[in-house]
């Protein structure tokens, strides 16, 4: 982050989940509040190293679908929204680099789970907390 602090560039991971959702829900109030604009970053896993919880490849419909409402809820509430879609075997390196290629000033990513006893943070977002170049606000 620069010297002077100033919030500009918004990193938000997104992989059409709910929790990712509210991640961009919440970049989006960051990005007004603070005058700053967005990238959302999707990291698809390559062929064959999918698991359950992604079903989405690149390339189907419904991965078209979920980017393309994401950018008219950007275009809709005037935030500047760029979205890059990136294959990679690991998702928490692909994040933390690209935040660093990009002078990114804040990461905002959803969490996987909450517990009633305890907070959760899935691992693509632990990851990301603990490799980040700049601060990291998880939303829940």
């Known amino acids: 982050m620069s010297q002077d602090s100033k919030i500009s ?5 997104v992989d059409g989940s709910e ?9 989006i109030k960051l990005a ?12 698809v896993l390559p062929p064959g190293k999918q698991t359950a919880d992604k079903i989405l490849t690149r390339g189907t419909q419904g991965e078209y679908d979920f980017l393309d409402k994401l950018g008219q ?3 809709s509430a ?19 680099n690209y935040a660093e290629k990009k002078n990114i000033d804040i990461i905002v990513i959803g969490i996987r789970s ?10 693509t977002a632990s990851g990301v907390v603990t490799n980040s170049p700049c601060p990291v606000l998880v939303v829940k």
């Open 9 to 13: 560039n918004i990193l938000v991971a």
């Open 19 to 27: 929790n990712s959702i509210k991640a961009a829900d919440y970049a």
């Open 32 to 43: 007004l509040g603070l005058h700053g604009r967005v990238i959302a970053i999707y990291v």
């Open 73 to 75: 809820k950007y275009n």
């Open 78 to 96: 005037n935030v500047k929204l760029e979205i890059d879609v990136i294959t990679s075997d690991s998702v928490v390196s692909e994040i933390t």
């Open 114 to 123: 909450t517990s009633e006893f305890r907070f959760m943070l899935g691992s």
